[in-house]
Nanobody, 122 residues
Framework: VQLQASGGGVVQAGGSLRLSCAVS????????LGWFRQAPGKEREFVAG????????SYADSVKGRFTVSRDNDKNTVYLQMNRLRPKDTAVYYC????????????????WGQGTLVTVSS
C-alpha cells in the first residue's frame, strides 16, 4: 500500500483547505485511514480517522467541528476538509492506513504517505 498526500499550502487564519490522499492497491476498502500532523518542534499527533466504510469517524478535540474526514472507495482517496483554520494548525500533514482496530485513537498505522505542508498565517 502506498499513500500520497496533496493539497497543502498557505492560507490565512479563518480560511479553508482540502487535503487529499491517493492510496494505491486493490485492497483500499479494507483499511481504516487516518490523518496526522507534526508541527515544528512537536511530536506527531493524530488528527482524524475513519473506518473502512467511512461511516465511523474519530477526531482530535482540537479539530472537532472544524475538520471533516471522508473517503471515496471508488477513487481510492481519503480527504481532510479543514475549515476555520488557525495558526496552530500549521504543520506537515500525513495520511496513513491500518487494518488494526485502534485506528480511532491513532494507533497501529502501518503505511504512511510523505506529508504535505499546511501553513496558516495570522
Amino acid at each position: 500500500v502506498q499513500l500520497q498526500a496533496s493539497g497543502g499550502g498557505v492560507v490565512q487564519a479563518g480560511g479553508s483547505l482540502r487535503l487529499s490522499c491517493a492510496v494505491s492497491g486493490r485492497t483500499f476498502s479494507q483499511y481504516a485511514l487516518g490523518w496526522f500532523r507534526q508541527a515544528p518542534g512537536k511530536e506527531r499527533e493524530f488528527v482524524a480517522g475513519l473506518n473502512w466504510s467511512g461511516r465511523s469517524t474519530s477526531y482530535a478535540d482540537s479539530v472537532k467541528g472544524r475538520f471533516t474526514v471522508s473517503r471515496d472507495n471508488d477513487k481510492n482517496t481519503v480527504y481532510l476538509q479543514m475549515n476555520r483554520l488557525r495558526p496552530k494548525d500549521t504543520a506537515v500533514y500525513y495520511c496513513a492506513a491500518t487494518r488494526g482496530s485502534d485506528w480511532y485513537v491513532g494507533s497501529g498505522y502501518d503505511y504512511w504517505g510523505q506529508g504535505t505542508l499546511v501553513t496558516v498565517s495570522s
